[in-house]
């Protein structure tokens, strides 16, 4: 091995560098992703540690600075002290905390770190990040979307970084200093994108009517925030024939104390129907049906899909084909709901009035001469991707104008339209301002200024479609993509974008500008579109971090058309290569979707594969041999037997049947026959670490981290019987140094295929006996057998009472058995079943003999028994029992403290019976073993910490 070992292939402090993924997930205002929407986005602080730890060297790599363990294992903890400080949100941008860490690079690369390059960039989070470190970033993409993202990104505010605004308003009182990084960029996007919205309102504002309000609200003119509508087709009875709505509710908000909702009301005689605006409080009866809305409900009590009920005479549309028939003649239409206005109260409900409904009548037909939007939807598409409508053509949605209303429609475009006018603009003032030649280039930063300005239309799109729902727990609209689909919505929410709530122009214009004026400029970055598998990049030697495609998780390009028609409308004279196709390039996107291959499964997975392969060929033959390969691979909550389903498979079993993922698998196979070794697998949790437990689920981290390095040419080949030898040898130490570091019980698993990946993955290849190759499948089972005898191994350290109880709660639980055979097992372990009372959780009586819980074990040791003899079971039991109902970490540390070297037993312990739980489906029980080793850092430090005066009388016992 002729490199020297980066903390990455080490350890790093997951517990920090998970928690604050997680909390991204909250933030809003400011944060980069705020900028435009991207599908499956990697948290910005997992890809700011991943990148720190790729550069900076292991203590260990250093015995001339490190001489022993303990002064190894201090500095590693003075980096993980500056890891866990540096993915903090709060410290993204101060500049403190960065110039430390960037100190810290530049110490460790000898004031030399190479470039970062992302060949599959995506939404842009790790060449972002690489730029917050001062590291010189590239991003590629196929998907001209993902590009234009990383443009705006990394490429525009590094290219302007301390520019100072052009527009007339801010140049009357300008300061010195005052626009630092992208400042200047942001002022003037909400400059021009005001006089946008200005434009656009004098040339459409009167297709956005105001309202007026009912006398009890003081009667005056109030602006519309939305129109609520629900589809319609004819009923399929042909006795009746009235336009039936298909409503999946009718609540209009559900907020405590402004409960409304909307009753319809049929007018037989006339075939007609419209709905009265209803609040306070009702019955358990009417509850239902508001809930239901015209749905079915099937005996289970859950709505049916696409099957609603006439409420004009009762007959029912089972499926969904009918709708779609009617839908495709041109035959499905809506009704008017209600009204969403804003008055001195908050929200008000009102009903249609004819002014709105006579505007809306007299919008004719949009003709689009440019034609994006006139594109035809694909024929066939994932259904996976594209829930019940869309894609495939159905619902008639034809074109991509069919997801919008007239109105909408009239909207985006002439916004649209406006942004040439406004590029013009600022031109003119960009000349005006840097005349010399030594100044930026004017025409460079007015098509900035209108990227920015296309980027703010396509949030707009994404709450301005018949696809945006109204959501009656906040009041407001949801966006297009709640998920990453586009589901049929049968009532949706037409924004206003003149107004001043959810949807508005103005407010998409705010969340593009607090993005750019907080993105980092510390470094110079670009970004170009490109085929990873043709080639990756024309730069000497780069540090490589990627996410690449996961199989057939996320259809980028067909998701993204939804806004390529808009970015292309809006941009093309500006980015003529970029947007030189009428959609997205599909046929050459890496991603496993059987229906761009005439439905065949195996067909697309043999193109996935192929093309994977390529690219981390390539990869390997510019990455630098100073530091490591990473890549991501992301998760979903669930597995599959048999590879061939959903994705995410941790193969740390399931009632004894191994499981398996093809897209994991894939993604391992393409590394190592790319001739990489894989020398770690770090879990990263995005999601909180009860979620998927709670749900009697096999939990994973939402994202591995794969941590590569280039094989020896001169690897040799190994048996399968050597393999499982190097497993036996290796392992131990390994499984060791994860507990040590307090992964959680959940993620254990998956850790551990990392060494023994790098097992599997030294060898020019592993052959069974008969000579044909051992696949990556069979390695990982054997990973896991191997994993699962090595915490089965480490029960030999607990005392006798403890093997006991291991035994009896995997046969038992906590139900009663006979105390013979208690008795019997209790021989077999060193014991008797009298000690096992005397430790205070073991109850006999009457020929049987139970566990107790931990509740009953806390109410009743002291005055029963007194001082108890220490056992690891008493002791992970109580500490369990103190941070759930005690007295949380404190209580926990108290117990530790006294508990001597049983404490760290306890530990693994926890880690055996997680797995023991997990394996039988007992969700709950394995919860509280994974939660009491995620907290065992902060455990261990109050431990440490206290003075025997702090300990509780009722934590004394173990």
Known sequence: MSYRKKLIEVSIPLGAISHESAREKSLRHGHPSTLHLWWSRKPLAVCRAVLFASLVDDPAEHPEQFPTEEAQAQERKRLFALIEKMVKWENANNEETMREVRAEIAKATEGAPPPVLDPFAGGGSIPLEAMRLGLEAHASDLNPVAVLLNKALIELPSRFAGCPPVNPEARQSLIDGEWQGARGLAADIRYYGQWMRDEARRRIGQLYPKVSLPAELGGEEATVIAWLWVRTVTCPNPACGAQMPLASKWWLSKKKGKETWVEPVVDAQRRKMYFEIKGGIADKDKLREIDNGSCFINGKGKKVKASFTCLFCGSGIAKGEYIDMEADKGKMGCLPLAIVAESNQGRVYLPFDSLQIETVNNLVEIYFSSGEIQQRLPLEAARGTFASNAQGRIYGFKTFADYFTKRQLVALTTFSDLVQEVRQRVLA??????????????????????????????????????????????????????????????????????????????????????????????????????????????????????????????????????????????????????????????????????????????????????????????????????????????????????????????????????????????????????????????????????????????????????????????????????????????????????????????????????????????????????????????????????????????????????????????????????????????????????????????????????????????????????????????????????????????????????????????????????????????????????????????????????????????????
């Open 429 to 958: 003032d960009a000349q005006r301002v840097h005349s010399s030649e030594e100044e930026i280039d004017a025409r460079a930063y007015a098509d900035a200024i209108a990227t920015y300005l296309a980027l703010a239309i396509d949030r707009l799109a994404d709450r301005n479609s018949s696809i945006c729902s109204w959501d009656v727990s906040r009041d407001s609209t949801r966006n297009t993509f709640a998920r990453q689909a586009i589901p049929m919505i049968w009532d949706f929410a037409e924004a206003n974008p003149f107004s001043a709530s959810t949807g508005n122009f103005l407010g998409a214009i705010d969340w593009v500008a607090e993005a750019i004026e907080t993105v980092p400029c510390a470094a110079r970055g670009g970004a170009v579109q490109r085929d990873a598998t043709v080639s990756v990049n024309g730069l000497a030697q780069p540090l490589i971090s990627t996410d690449p495609p996961y199989y057939d998780n996320v259809s980028y390009a067909d998701l993204s058309d939804f806004f390529y028609v808009w970015l292309r409308r809006s941009l093309s004279t500006i980015y003529p290569q970029l947007f030189k196709t009428m959609l997205v390039p599909k046929a050459t996107e890496l991603v496993a979707t059987p229906y761009r291959f005439e439905g065949s499964r195996s067909k697309a997975q043999a193109f996935f594969e192929k093309g994977l392969g390529e690219a981390f060929e390539r990869m390997r033959a510019v990455q630098h041999p100073d530091y490591p390969l990473t890549v991501y691979y992301a998760f979903k909550q669930a597995e599959s037997e048999d590879g061939q389903g959903e994705e995410g498979a941790a193969l740390n079993g399931n009632g004894g049947k191994v499981v398996a993922s093809t897209g994991w698998e894939t993604m391992l196979e393409g590394l190592i026959r790319a001739g990489f070794t894989i020398t770690g697998t770090l879990p990263i949790r995005t999601e909180m670490v009860n979620r998927s437990v709670g749900q009697g689920t096999n939990a994973l981290a939402s994202s591995i981290v794969l941590v590569c390095r280039p094989r020896p040419a001169e690897a040799g080949v190994a048996s399968r019987r050597q393999f499982i030898n190097a497993l036996r040898n290796k392992l131990p130490d390994a499984l060791k140094k994860l507990q040590q570091g307090n992964i959680a019980p959940v993620d254990l698993a998956q850790a551990s295929i990392g060494p023994g990946m790098a097992i599997y993955s030294e060898y020019r290849q592993v052959v069974e006996s008969d000579g044909s190759p051992l696949r990556v499948r069979a390695a990982l089972q054997l990973i896991n057998t191997t994993l699962d005898e090595l915490l089965a191994e480490q029960e030999g350290e607990y005392d006798p009472a403890t093997r006991w109880a291991l035994a009896w709660f995997e046969q038992y639980v906590h139900e009663p058995g006979e105390y013979g055979v208690a008795e019997t097992l209790s021989k077999a372990k060193n014991t008797s079943v009298q000690a096992l009372v005397n430790t205070g959780w073991l109850e006999a009586r009457m020929g049987k003999v139970r566990l107790l819980q931990r509740a009953e074990l806390a109410a009743n040791w002291q005055a029963q028994h007194g001082e108890l003899p220490t056992t690891v079971w008493g002791v992970m039991q109580r500490m369990i029992h103190a941070l759930d109902k005690g007295d949380g970490e404190a209580g926990a540390a108290a117990i530790l403290r006294k508990a001597g070297e049983q404490g760290e037993l306890a530990r693994d312990l926890a880690y055996h019976l997680y797995t023991l739980c997990e394996r039988k489906g007992w969700a709950e029980e394995a919860l509280a073993y994974n939660a009491l080793v995620l907290v065992w850092s902060q455990i261990g430090q109050l431990a440490h910490s206290y003075a025997p005066e702090h300990d509780v009388q009722q934590t004394s016992f173990l």
